[in-house]
């Protein structure tokens, strides 16, 4: 069936106009006519509904499409008067009910037959004239390639600015030129050659530049006789060329134009079917655009930004490399089929299968001939050996500028004998692996990644429908969270959930919830659709001993891992191990997302810890694990040790053996370890207590405590010591209990839980007479003291302070003697004791600084700073307290250091200076609110608040 322009323009339709300015044509009756759609963003609405005919656009993707990245706060209300509007207008023609705007789920939809929409229905009827062309009917080809044409009315989307608009307009302008070139192909093909050269130089004189209508000018002007204007043609391209793009003419029309020189009597051959390709079938091997393809705008962006085949620097080759199930082949299909008008000689596709399960990888020797078939070879001269029929095919595209798609790529060996050896050509190779062997030849690599968030929703969305998504939205943000971002995961989900559309998606969501049953449900019953499928096709891939790294990976549960801990794990030296990682990167089966680090997707994470657990070695899972919590555990003890060689020295036994501990240069390197290594320092904790390793986990709570109260984080070093309490418990060791105790107790008190703190405190006071240990009762008194303190009995907690620096003392330990005089010194000044207090925090402010303890020294500081601002000495305050904030800096305790800004803005705000005191409360505040210290920020943007009513 052929579809008639007029037929579709002309009778009681309404035609939405986009090819040109955005409007609506009414052509019957009293309120037929035609209408411009309104002011620029009103037609940026309507063209952006009318390019998806019956399709809903989100809300969000609107309001982007019409204010960019930046828009205004009052987008939405805008927004809505737009609709509203284009309502009215609708109204007004009398379509309302022929063409419906209308709201679907979070969205609007413009409900419109879609060859009402002039570039839906120039697409139809273009389609149809190429067709035409194809079979060998070049009359009627030319006449629907010229209505397809006829359809432009100027610039498209004139008058609509934007982003999105611009990159609409360029394709769409794209399109135009394509549409062009078959039109004028279609013309000489059936000898039009006279009528159409005028036409013909108008266009090119309007793109000068465009390669495929020069060629059409050129061989009309042959045809009629004209050869030295061809010619001219040519020259004139050719000094263009030069002078602003600094290239050639490619190698088609520069062929062209030496058979014109010698007058080849072939090109006078009037009605050749496709007489410029010169003999040459032009293949159209792509498969179908992807349906509602979603994100991938900077790889877009890297595609489109490579420059044209034949172009000076020019990428022949572009690898896409990343994980099964990454999109990998959808994007390349997406990128490809956006760009025809860059390989007007045709495109070459080929799945070579390297990592299907179901069949070998295909040979590079059978796909040759295919493609040579699809190149017009003759078969009976097509060689039988591979480098034979690579010879022949480097020569038949030599020139061309052809597009070659490689989906599913094994390796480079499987790649390239399979490369066109003309510049003018580009191979696009999709892989689960880099094929570094291509880098080398000057290939561009495009590392594909999950989606965001927001575009799996938006992938799960336009895949199932905006309205089933947002009815279930809380089940819809779990079902995307559980996906992860991998895109076959997401359509998975939506396959699954389409066989049941009157299922609730909540009952999908729960076979997703559970993480040991989550890969059952990622399986749609085809292999392709099946997540262990295809994640187990790149692991047939490795070697024995990355397949072996692969599984043991699985047993991690930290956010990512290092190159020494992943030795660790597997018992290797470093170097081996980074040998497998590199291999399994190269795989995309691990991505090391910054140096020596290296996390799994959680999906594949789910997989390896599955084959870890198939493996049947329980015993040898255990000893890794093993391996890896000591790694963690030791590393973390040396670290402790260099921020806090004051503390008690409490040393876990040697670690496992094939462990690799770490041993921080400084303490900067220990704190900044720590800083990279806390989550998977509790994640260690959670692993040795699946394992039931007691020891490591209460020494894990003691080599985190006081990372955490240097970070301010008491709830975390809270749900640290719960675990390490309980695991030190079921030691039963009254030293391993008394410590686990004491610091509960001592954690207790600072998340506000002063009875839970006395009782453990107790315990452990118990614990360690029970042991005569003096030094442990002096640690207990001194954390009896902080939790007195916390109640606001300072009373008691001086003598608290006095009972742990007897027993200090007694026991011959200086340095924590130090430390209590700065105690003692601060209990007097919560007191009001001020003269007292300065004079214990002096005499401990300077035994601090003999024995070196560098934290007690920064708290003596600070509680000098206090007590001299309460005796009015306010420079010597703000002196003191400098000094503190160096220190806690330097030792980067922000939680102290926090307090101390605080301290500062009230002894500057106490002798009138508001404007510092504001800025030291400020940073303060911003330091609190980092550590989720709720009270600490209400408290001093109490302060904030106050001064700004008092300035005011």
Known sequence: MEVDVTDRTAGGDLVVRLLGSVGLDAHDGAAGGTATAGPAKQCCVLAALALSPGKPVPLESLIDRVWGEEPPTTARDTLYGYIARLRRLLRELGREGVVTLGKHGGGYVLEVPPEQVDVCLMREVAGQGRAALAAGEPGRAARLLRDAA?????????????????????????????????????????????????????????????????????????????????LDCFTALARRLRAELGTEPGATLGEL????????????????????????????????????????????????????????????IVVIAGTGGIGKTALAVHWAQRNLDRFPDGQLHVNLRGFDPSCEPSSPSAVLRGFLDALGADAAAIPADLDGRAALYRSMVAGKRLLVVLDNARDATQVEPLLPGSETCTALVTSRRRLPGL???????????????????????????????????????????????????????????????????????????????????????????????????????????????????????????????????????????RVLLRELEAAHLVQQHVPGRYRMHDLLRLYAAEQATESGAPKELRTAARRLVDFYLHTAHAADRLLYPQRPLIAPGPPAEGALPEVPASTAAAAAWFDTEHECLLAAQETAIAQGMDAQVWLLAWVLGSF???????????????????????????????????????????????????????????????????????????????????????????????????????????????DMRGAIGWFEAKLGNFETARVHCEEGLALCRRHGHRRAEAQTLDSLGYIVRHLGEYDQAVRHYGEALALFRELRHTY????????????????GATGVAVEYWRRAVTLFREQRRTADVERVERKLADAGTRSG
């Open 150 to 230: 006829a359809l432009w009315r100027g610039p498209a989307l004139a008058g609509v600015g934007g982003d999105w608009a611009e990159r609409v307009r360029d394709g769409l302008e794209r399109e135009r030129l394509g549409l062009l070139g078959d039109l004028f192909e279609a013309e000489l093909a059936a000898g039009r050659h006279a009528e159409v050269v005028a036409e013909l130089a108008n266009v090119v004189a309007e793109h000068p530049l465009a390669e495929p209508l020069v060629r059409w000018l050129m061989l009309a002007l042959y045809r009629v006789g004209r050869s030295s204007e061809a």
């Open 708 to 818: 955490h109260r240097r970070r301010g984080n008491p709830q975390e070093s809270l749900e640290s010591w719960l675990a390490g309490v309980a695991a030190a418990d079921r030691l039963g060791e009254p030293f391993a209990r008394g410590w686990a105790h004491r610091e509960i107790g001592h954690t207790y008190a600072r998340v506000g839980e002063q009875a839970q703190a006395l009782e453990h405190l107790e315990l452990a006071l118990e614990l360690f007479t029970e042991a005569g240990d003096l030094g442990a009762k002096a640690h207990a008194h001194q954390a009896l003291a902080v939790v007195l303190e916390f109640a606001g009995d300072n009373q008691r907690a001086l003598a608290e302070s006095h009972h742990s620096l007897r027993l200090f003392q007694e026991v011959g330990d200086h340095v924590w003697a130090a």
């Open 439 to 577: 880098q080398l030849r000057g290939g561009r690599l495009v590392n594909l990644d999950v989606l965001s968030a927001g575009e799996a929703r938006e992938l799960l969305a336009g895949q199932l429908g905006v309205e089933r998504v947002l009815s279930e939205p809380a089940v819809a943000a779990d079902l995307v969270r559980w996906c992860a971002g991998l895109p076959l995961a997401v359509s998975i989900v939506v396959a699954r959930a389409a066989a049941h559309p009157d299922f609730p998606l909540a009952v999908l969501a729960e076979e997703l919830r559970g993480a040991s049953a989550r890969l059952d449900a990622f399986d749609a019953g085809e292999l392709t659709a099946n997540l262990r499928a295809v994640f187990s096709w790149s692991c047939r891939a490795l070697g024995t001993a990355a397949a072996g790294m692969f599984r043991l990976l699985g047993l991690v549960q930290g956010p990512d891992i290092s190159l020494r801990a992943a030795a660790s794990l597997a018992a290797l030296p470093p170097e081996r191990a």
């Open 257 to 316: 134009h030496q058979r014109i020189l010698r007058e080849d009597p072939e090109l006078l051959a009037e009605g050749a079917e496709r007489p410029a390709h010169l003999g040459f079938p032009m293949p159209r091997q792509l498969p179908a655009d992807v349906g509602g393809f979603v994100g991938r705008a900077d790889e877009l962006k890297q595609l489109d930004a490579l420059p044209l085949a034949g172009e000076p620097g020019s990428t022949p």
């Open 896 to 911: 102290e250091e926090a307090r101390t800004l605080a301290s500062l803005g009230d002894t500057h705000h106490a002798f």
